[in-house]
């Protein structure tokens, strides 16, 4: 058997102490696998002196991450510290500066670092692997990068923040409100006691930028994603939702349209017989559309210490077996700058809530501001509920863009029988 | 950019002639993700004259497929003519042996002479691609080989034959009998005219076989593999599992249970919830269990002439990419022979249907043999239909093994109040 792979950890948090804990466990099985070793030889911590509960033994504990990146008994660093730039960034960049593998589930530098650091290891002849960025569980960088390489991707699509499928999901299942269902994921361990990156969309967001880059050859583009979170997704456009026969979900979308790359997250309705409106609580879904594949879909677990680990271990088995593959799929200065397509060219079908006075005419206002817009009417749902404090209006329309859409709205907000600002979701044909 | 791929079609029915397709399609998007052209240089047919609507402009075109495996300016051969002995091994044999690297759709031919061409590739520092054999679309030979390989895997599952599951999927949505179904399915091109690879489980025998060699690290045993196809499911059994819960798929199975290995096709009830369940018609889906990764799902076309090409290309772009792994996951010498678990031992629960004289004590008579054989009834439904002519009896069981059941269902079968063949449909616990 060849020569053992040497890694080094950076950061033992929990997708840190789970790759440490897997590599113990499922020792041998990866030595067979990779048919050599994976022999785990430094740690860095902030904190040396902390118990995690981890079985360290004949490993070199540091308190100084970035002498990893240097030390000369270290084939592959993991850094596993987390944050777009700081002590991680600077980690991985002196650690291909010298030529060792860098693994990563780092998808907040990836997206805005991306480039550069598969340049430098490109230039280096290192692996760059960050299948842990995306989805955790779910190996969808090796799928799109390989898997499915033979195809041109048309679209991928995705639930990639587990945070925001649980809330959405138990708002279904429950009826409650946003705040609640996250006070309770909070609880639970499902949310960050500050929640912003997973509930306004940003963490979906990098891993998106990262996936469009994959499939369509492009330079990661973070800051071309328009992104939208959940907070404002109300119990009533949930229940309307599962009337009109879909769900609820914040869902990325990635897809090259004749006017350059559209990439949005935002809360969609899916069709709710569609394989992506079943995937339900902290599980991820991705699915790719290619024009030889057809429809591929993936579900799996997107976060935690197993299927993070499962993904970082996955990329140091590569490394070990050889596996060199650019880390987007092409070499780095071959990645494309995709035109940007502007939100306001997106086109699509959309889901408009409107609490109105309750009297006769005000359907035609609405009505009227819509076909000025060139808007078609595809359904509409008029309940009264308590007349003397106006009724919700429901609308679907036809396949319109967001410019004409956008207007719409902001003529019917100003219109004075409608009484709060009109609530819109995107609907997602798949 | 380097050399091209050079690359030799064998046989151009739907698969290789949607290889030879995809392969000119997307030429250029190919380049660029291998790093050089992917060339096809011929392509044998047993009929040379004939049109196939391919433009096989600047490609030899010969009759001999077996001279592809000796050409000099050859460097994959792509074997797309089937059978799982014939040419097909022939040439599989054949190229190997000189070298060359070898791409192939033939799950027959790979579940029976699998370890041979994999030793034969790794002596001679060839690629052996399989990722079209086994539920094309879905590229779930990487995924356990590489994706999921950080993981000691627990179970692998899945529906592996779409022609099975459009006829179970059109039986539930229309309650018609699987005869005239199977005809509809004939008529449309989903069966063959010889249906009995697929309807009567072979075709998803030999994936299973596959991945279970993938999953667990031992040598391919088709042989070992319990297959019940689905022509005895009848749509009284399809409406009782829907109203259990269940609904009934031919799943593939295999896990290492402490008695060995264990691996089964049969029609099976999966709990209607599990997301297995939702993969119908023409799809296909597999699941993996590993320790770390949890649950990861698959889902696609599993045949026909995009998904499988796909699968085709992506191998002969890994090749290109210089990507070299050991077919099964580990080199063919290392693959382990696993204890084989015999069906009796198998442990689980039950579906039973009997058609019994509707009078009392009769319930009391199975209630005991099944006592007998320490059987406990988990659910029972017991409905009048037609009182002259014998009650529908539906029993669910806790769990059991086959021996127990085995011998219960042949004491049933003798009781003379039992007036045909108990039914048995196995469930699986997901």
Redesign the interface.
Known sequence: MSRSLRIAVAGLGTVGG?TVE?LR??RE??A??A?RPLELVAVAVRDTARNRGLDLSGVRVESDALGLATAPDVDVVCELIGGSDGVALELARRALASGKHLVTANKAMLAHHGVELARLAESRGAALGF?AAVAG???IV??LR???????IRRVYGILNGTCNYILTQMRATGRDFAEVLREAQALGYAEADPALDVDGIDAAHKLALLASLAF?GVPRFDAVHVEGIRHVAPIDIAFAEELGYRIKLLAVARLTPVGLEQRVHPTMVPANA?IA?VEGVFNGIVAE????????????GAGR??T??????D???IA?????PAF???AE?LVEHPLAPMAAHQGRYYIRLLVVDRPGVLAEIASVLRDQGISIESLIQRARDPGRGVPIVLTSHETTEAAMSAALGAIRNLPSVLEPPRMIRIEEL
């Open positions: 789970g897997l466990a499922n099985l990866l067979a696998r048919g299948e569980g779910i190996p090796a799928a390989e898997g499915l390489a033979a195809n041109r050859g394989p079943a290619g024009d030889a594949v057809g429809t591929a879909v993936f579900e799996g677990r197993g299927p680990s499962s993904a970082v271990v996955a140091l088995l590569d077996r050889g596996k060199r593959l799929g092409v070499p071959q």
